[in-house]
């Protein structure tokens, strides 16, 4: 094994979570008058695939508390993206619904997710299946590593 390789390899896949993350805290312009963040998007998404989804289901499909899903859904309801409509049968009960606005912004985030997946498989054909292989390998164990950490420190917080 050539250890500077690997070391080389963990440098670049650290620079690109941050990158990543760096991402995550950048808002995008979908029109002149509306900026969301990747977060949003994906609420957006999980919205419109799922008709009249409520607050607790919304945020269990993006593995998120409650509590941030209903501060982002108030957030994309402020930006006009989405709104709350009361059921017939409770009250209570608000179900969520993509407005016209956030019907667009999707089909923009979609756009440009077409052309940022086309500009990654680019250079796929460069790789082997072979080297695809071993790096959705190696991939899955640095999951299964973090996910570990992650577990640890949970349970001594706990």
């Known amino acids: 094994m050539d250890t500077a390789v690997v070391s080389e390899t963990f440098y670049y896949l650290f620079k690109l979570l941050n990158l990543f993350k ?13 900026t969301v963040y990747p977060g949003e998007i994906h609420m957006i998404g999980a919205i419109a695939g799922s008709y009249g989804i409520n607050v607790t289901e919304v945020a269990a499909r993006l593995d998120i508390s409650k509590s941030a899903a209903s501060q982002m ?20 009960e608000i179900r969520l619904l993509l407005t016209r606005e956030g019907k667009t912004a999707l089909d923009i985030v979609e756009k440009r ?15 082997s299946d072979e080297k695809w ?22 349970t001594e917080k706990e």
């Open 22 to 34: 760096e991402m995550e805290n950048t808002q995008f312009k979908i029109s002149d008058n509306i």
């Open 133 to 154: 292989h071993n790096y959705r390998d190696f991939l899955s164990k640095m999951i299964d590593v973090i996910k570990e950490i992650l577990d640890e420190n949970r």
């Open 73 to 92: 859904i108030n957030k994309l309801v402020r930006k006009g993206l989405i709104e709350k409509a009361y059921t017939q049968q409770n009250n209570k």
């Open 113 to 127: 997710h077409l052309e940022l997946k086309e500009k990654f498989f680019s250079f796929a054909p460069t790789f």
